[in-house]
């Protein structure tokens, strides 16, 4: 069985500061691990994912997550956030052996409010 | 980007009513899933379909819970008799293999 912990239930964060959510995973097995994003009134769209090699990832709307095995960590970044990054943001994993994307177990979320 | 649709999006009804959630996944996806995320908590899975098959379920899933393919493109998720602990936002997913889920925006349920 895998679980997720989000630190942060809230991050409030001034317009072009930076910003990082942290999110930290137990598991058996070898997992993939994501971030996903809710905006409001929305469903839950994938930010970026991690399934082997680079440990930094990349994702969309210049978000970028570095997996550390060791410390069993997924924390996500981005250097300047805007207004529009306000948004609910859910750290996942999924089982390796079964298949990546299937059957998530997500953390409790991260409210993030970007403040002009 | 193609989109996954589900109706309506707030449903109300009485404690021990049936209800059924329906999802139109995207066309050529072959994984059907339903996640739920009661006010405050996490967002669980439920159950994952494939093959017209359940493949996989949470303890969340009981008897009183059902998913159906009933034809080619809705996804449906029927809850037979409502609980007050059902109230929540159910999402519905879809995916092909080892891919990315595409969520739809939820179907937010509440029973008095």
């Known amino acids: 069985a895998q679980s997720v912990t989000q630190l942060d239930s809230q991050v409030p964060v001034f317009e072009e500061a930076p910003v990082e959510l942290r999110c930290n995973y137990s598991?058996?097995?070898?997992?993939?691990l994501f971030w996903y994003v809710q905006y409001p009134n929305q469903g839950l769209q994938l930010l970026l994912k991690?399934?082997?090699?680079?440990?930094l990832v990349k994702g969309i709307n210049g978000f970028e997550a570095e997996f550390n095995k060791s410390q069993t960590s997924f924390h996500l970044r981005k250097p300047s956030v805007h207004i529009s990054d306000t948004a609910e943001y859910f750290c996942?994993?999924?089982?390796?052996?079964?298949?990546?994307?299937?059957?998530?177990?997500f953390g409790g979320g991260t409210r993030v409010l970007v403040k002009p | 980007e193609p989109e996954v649709t589900q109706t309506p999006s707030h449903q109300v009804t009485q404690m021990g009513q049936e209800v059924i959630l329906r999802c139109v996944p995207i066309?050529?996806?072959?994984?059907f899933y339903w996640y739920r995320q009661i006010l405050g908590q996490k967002v669980e899975f439920l159950v994952s379909?494939?093959?017209?098959?359940?493949?996989?379920k949470s303890e969340i899933f009981d008897d009183q819970f059902s998913v159906e393919r009933p034809d080619g493109s809705n996804f449906t998720l029927k809850i037979r008799s409502t609980k007050l602990e059902d109230s929540a936002m159910y999402f519905c997913?879809?995916?092909?293999?080892?891919?990315?889920?595409?969520f739809g925006s939820g179907t937010q349920l509440s029973v008095l």
């Open positions: 996942a994993v999924s089982d390796w052996i079964k298949a990546a994307g299937n059957k998530l177990t």
């Open positions: 997913a879809s995916n092909r293999a080892s891919e990315k889920l595409f």
């Open positions: 379909f494939y093959n017209n098959e359940i493949s996989e």
């Open positions: 598991s058996s097995v070898s997992v993939y």
């Open positions: 066309s050529n996806h072959l994984y």
């Open positions: 991690y399934l082997s090699g680079s440990t």
